[in-house]
């Protein structure tokens, strides 16, 4: 059964960083690209990062420069650096291994 669980959202100023992660299980996690994704309220649900199995990266054009995403595969997990936060990063940020899997998701919240 695959499983995907993020944590570390939380209330942020403007400004700051925070690092969210998501642990993965049921898959062979080195094999597999991962990706973050958002949800603000009222909006559709958007890709934030990708990583593929060989650790490339690409981002979003709203995040490029201010989030890093990055993996350990001893450890099944994907992270998501995110600084210089802005109040337009408020969202529920979700894990997925694409395509069908999603974590419950974390919820960042900016203050201005």
Not at 13 to 39: E, P
Not at 63 to 75: E, L, Q
């Amino acid at each position: 059964q695959v499983q995907l669980v993020e944590s570390g959202g939380g209330l942020v100023q403007a400004g700051g960083s925070l690092r969210l992660s998501c642990v993965v299980s049921g898959i062979t996690f080195r094999f597999r690209a991962m990706n973050w994704y958002r949800q603000a309220p009222g909006k559709q649900r958007e890709l934030v990062a990708v990583i593929t199995s060989g650790g490339e990266t690409s981002y979003a054009d709203f995040v490029k420069g201010r989030f890093t995403i990055s993996r350990d595969n001893a450890k099944n997990t994907v992270w998501l650096h995110m600084n210089s936060l802005k109040p337009e990063d408020t969202a529920v940020y979700y894990c997925n291994l694409p395509t069908n899997y999603w974590g419950k998701g974390t919820l960042v919240t900016v203050s201005s």
